[in-house]
Nanobody
Framework: QVQLVESGGGLVQAGGSLGLSCTAS????????MGWYRQAPGKQRELVAD???????NYADSVRGRFTISRDNAKKTMYLQMNSLKSEDTAIYYC???????????????WGQGTQVTVSS
């Protein structure tokens, strides 16, 4: 059983910073692409940033230059450092990962339970 557990959400004032982490656990043969998504009330879930197992990163235009995604493969953990936060960054943030549970298993999508980030203006 594979699990993704997020931590680090909370309430912060506009202009402030917040860090999120996501740790994968369970039967993991390979931990491939990982990413952060977010969903604001009344809006569709959108990609915030993602990172390959080799460390290549990709960011949404709305967060580029303010957010930094990183990962520690040994700890099976991904991070999102969010700086210069704006009220429009308020959303539930979800961790996503592409994981193989064994060499003969397919790569499957896994999601965390989500963590609330609220930015007050």
């Amino acid at each position: 059983q594979v699990q993704l557990v997020e931590s680090g959400g909370g309430l912060v004032q506009a202009g402030g910073s917040l860090g999120l982490s996501c740790t994968a656990s369970g039967s993991i043969f390979s931990l491939n692409n990982m990413g952060w998504y977010r969903q604001a009330p009344g809006k569709q879930r959108e990609l915030v940033a993602d990172i390959t197992s080799g460390g290549s990163t990709n960011y949404a235009d709305s967060v580029r230059g303010r957010f930094t995604i990183s990962r520690d493969n040994a700890k099976k953990t991904m991070y999102l450092q969010m700086n210069s936060l704006k009220s429009e960054d308020t959303a539930i943030y979800y961790c996503h990962a592409d994981i193989k549970s064994g060499w003969a298993f397919p790569t499957l999508d896994y999601w965390g339970q989500g963590t609330q980030v609220t930015v007050s203006s």
